[in-house]
């Protein structure tokens, strides 16, 4: 079935320490794909996308995600979390076929301690 | 600019009971999209409008669920018979064109409880 799994359900980190949230999608063709961060109090925020060319991406912020084709997976990165950081993590997909569907995970919950 | 905005915040209704969910896109944005957002999980598609028309409802849960955008511009999302499975949060976006590259703009929801 086709289906974007986030595996954590939440993720605790040091202030000053790396992040890195995991995302595995099942699709048959590679998809176009999305990060994003809810805040509480705040709307959904795209981080980065990726639909082609070089796997490791850039976003807002300082996250980066590189996409691994054998390992269906587009996992986000940030070498040193801040506070601020706190929030939902939602990887989504956009699906090759020519719609505009945007399937979303069920989301990470990251927790910074100071 | 303004962002998208959505009104009410909040509403509460009783079982049974007919609600309107309105949405304001960003100025210019053609591309419209309705998500639902449960306790716990992921925005679900509900509806995509590209101007006047609904483009993409496979999302839509059944035939409770109804949406318009009638001039291109705002948007209402319409429950009937509302269950008390209808409570969530209700998302909006909205997009320069539809094109699936653009970034999709959210607003801050409408948190829906059905009683």
């Known amino acids: 079935a086709q289906s974007v799994t986030q595996p954590d359900i939440h993720i605790t980190v040091s202030e000053g320490a790396s992040l890195e949230l995991r995302c595995n999608y099942s699709?048959?063709?590679?998809?176009?794909l999305f990060w994003y961060v809810q805040s509480p109090g705040q709307g959904l925020q795209l981080l980065l996308k990726?639909?082609?060319?070089?796997?490791l991406v850039q976003g807002i912020k300082g996250f980066e995600a590189e996409f691994k084709r054998s390992q269906s997976s587009f996992n986000l990165r940030k070498p040193s979390v801040h506070w601020s950081d706190a929030a939902e993590y939602f990887c989504?997909?956009?699906?090759?076929?020519?719609?505009?569907?945007?399937?979303f995970g069920a989301g990470t919950r990251l927790f910074v301690k100071a | 600019g303004a962002g998208v905005s959505q009104t009410p915040s909040n509403k509460v209704t009783e079982k049974g009971k007919y609600v309107e969910l309105r949405c304001d896109p960003i100025?210019?944005?053609?591309?419209l999209y309705w998500y639902r957002q449960s306790l716990g999980q992921g925005p679900e598609f509900l509806i995509y409008?590209?101007?006047?028309?609904?483009?993409?409802d496979s999302g839509l849960p059944n035939d409770r669920f109804f949406a318009v955008r009638p001039e291109g511009s705002v948007s209402t999302l319409k429950i009937q018979r509302t269950e008390r499975g209808d409570s969530a949060v209700y998302l909006c976006?909205?997009?320069?064109?539809?094109?699936?590259?653009?970034?999709?703009?959210f607003g801050p929801g409408t948190r829906l409880l059905v009683l």
């Open positions: 976006a909205s997009s320069q064109s539809g094109n699936y590259q653009e970034t999709q703009y």
């Open positions: 699709y048959g063709a590679t998809p176009y």
């Open positions: 990726y639909f082609s060319g070089d796997t």
């Open positions: 989504a997909v956009v699906p090759y076929t020519g719609g505009f569907k945007t399937i």
């Open positions: 100025s210019g944005h053609t591309a």
């Open positions: 409008f590209q101007g006047t028309g609904a483009a993409d």
